[in-house]
């Protein structure tokens, strides 16, 4: 890894370079960001209506304080790439057992939900009292370490300067507290794309999973298969929703 540099905030608006740095790694965490906005969506829609707001703050303010810590933490984290041990002829390291960690959550939370939307009564109930906001911000929580893991890593192989790093986490973190709630409302309504997020989710959870025994898949391929799905399923939200229209006679 490249040794740090130190810039001060002035120049890192000022130095055309660091801008373009700065809004590259901004919307690659955006981009990064949008799987963990969908996963507080899910979990957040079983909150009453007066707790949501809260709970996507709580979350998404969560995830910038785990970002930060862990890029203020470098030397940590850079040592979670050292081997730890070695089993089948492969080496882990605790990023590893971290990743494959989150992505079995991932796997069996997401499989869960898709049960439950599927077998579970048409009907949705939502949990109130602080017992259940508690446990959905802790299960926020979890998924904001493997979410970070990735995103700092991403920061940190795009950017040698800590203060853009930072300023670029912050900047995509104000974005995405923005569009959040709307993100979630949009996808809680409408459930064939409740069903595609939480999809979106459990191949996350495979890949996370398969990244952390070594297997690693592109995620350009994954990115691209989602964006196709979501496409697809745009069209037909639009064909159903017009079909539903009543048919307007033409004149002779």
Known sequence: MKPLEYVTMIEIFTNPENLVALGALAGLEIILGIDNVVFIAILVAKLPEHQQKMAYRTGLFGALITRVLLLLALSWLMGLTKPLFSLFGHEFTGRNLILFAGGLFLIGKSAHEIYDKVEADAKETTASGTGQFVSIIIQVMIMDIIFSLDSVITAIGMVDDIKIMITAIILAMIVMLIFAQSIGDFVNRH??????????????????????????????????????????????????????????????
């Open 191 to 252: 459930p064939s794309m409740k069903i595609l997020a939480l999809a979106f989710l459990l191949l996350i959870g495979v890949l996370l999973t398969a990244e952390g025994v070594g297997q690693h898949i592109a995620k350009g391929y994954i990115y691209f298969a989602m964006g196709f799905a979501l496409l697809v399923e745009l069209v037909n939200m639009r064909f159903r929703k017009n079909r539903g229209k009543p048919s307007i006679p033409l004149n002779n």
